[in-house]
T-cell receptor
Framework: EAGVAQSPRYKIIEKRQSVAFWCNPI?????LYWYQQILGQGPKLLIQ????????DSQLPKDRFSAERLKGVDSTLKIQPAKLEDSAVYLC???????????FGPGTRLTVL | AQSVTQPDIHITVSEGASLELRCNYS??????LFWYVQSPGQGLQLLLK??????LVQGIKGFEAEFKRSQSSFNLRKPSVHWSDAAEYFC??????????????FGRGTSLIVHP
């Protein structure tokens, strides 16, 4: 069974630029999560989807971050414009159903200069 | 709001010694509880989870954890540590939300160092 796929693995941009991350969850997994993990901290949930609907986005900085999961499968997280404090690893996870344990992808390491 | 405390930033043990990583949570009801491991350059891997039932939970790689409601704790244990266990360990709490989903909150992690 293929795991959660994320791309790119690494991204370096300058502040005020835009960036997008892509996630393809495990086939058949209805729930998809995006996390931000700053160095030395635990992952922080940004947004949770159930199929193509949002379950929770209370910690998503909506003035600059956006995410979509249009067909209920893969998802894109965008930052526009990026700030220095957005430097982090962005993790995507999926679960077969809400309430079940999550499987994580390898993450995208973002550096904002 | 729920929260998770992992009081130890680093833990150092000798190979073959026993291990206990501490996790305390703050939540008004019985939460869902998880332990994940993150090796360098790797994604997070689920070690074990507690949703209900038996408070002693067995996981992968020889790990176990015990849910103690009176202490709001979910400590992770292993009787004999191997060098390959060196990694970052995260405790997580899930507060049940609508439709059977849960909102996860992670602790800051404990870094395990294993001496030969």
């Amino acid at each position: 069974e293929a795991g959660v796929a994320q791309s790119p693995r690494y991204k370096i941009i300058e502040k005020r630029q835009s960036v997008a991350f892509w996630c393809n969850p495990i086939s058949g997994h209805a729930t998809l999560y995006w996390y931000q993990q700053i160095l030395g901290q635990g992952p922080k949930l940004l947004i949770q989807f159930q199929n193509n609907g949002v379950v929770d986005d209370s910690q998503l900085p909506k003035d600059r971050f956006s995410a979509e999961r249009l067909k209920g499968v893969d998802s894109t997280l965008k930052i526009q414009p990026a700030k220095l404090e957005d430097s982090a690893v962005y993790l995507c996870a999926s679960s077969v159903h809400r309430g079940r344990a999550q499987f994580f992808g390898p993450g995208t390491r973002l550096t904002v200069l | 709001a729920q929260s998770v405390t992992q009081p130890d930033i680093h833990i150092t043990v000798s190979e073959g010694a026993s291990l206990e990583l501490r996790c305390n949570y703050s939540y008004g009801a019985t939460p869902y509880l998880f332990w994940y491991v993150q090796s360098p350059g790797q994604g997070l891997q689920l070690l074990l989870k507690y949703f209900s039932g038996d408070t002693l939970v067995q996981g992968i790689k020889g790990f176990e954890a015990e849910f103690k409601r009176s202490q709001s704790s979910f400590n992770l244990r292993k009787p004999s540590v191997h060098w390959s266990d060196a990694a970052e360990y995260f405790c997580a709490v899930g507060s049940p939300a609508s439709g059977g989903s849960y909102i996860p909150t992670f602790g800051r992690g404990t870094s395990l160092i294993v001496h030969p």
